[in-house]
């Protein structure tokens, strides 16, 4: 599942190191992903929802039994 979980990181990290941003991939509790968002995008306003909107959609679309992404 981890590895599943950081292949989508990857799809993803391309659109925020445009922004020059980035995340980081920090663990699994259970069914949740906790990541980290660096770069612009952890003192951007816009961060939560990237991280909603952008990475916990896809995420959960690609890896089946993730209930939520979240930024640690």
Known sequence: MEEQ??????EIRPSLQADGGDVEYVGLEGDVVKVKLTGACGGCPMAQMTLKNGIETLVKK????VSSVESV
């Open 5 to 10: 979980i950081k292949e989508a990181l990857d």
């Open 62 to 65: 690609k890896v089946p039994g």
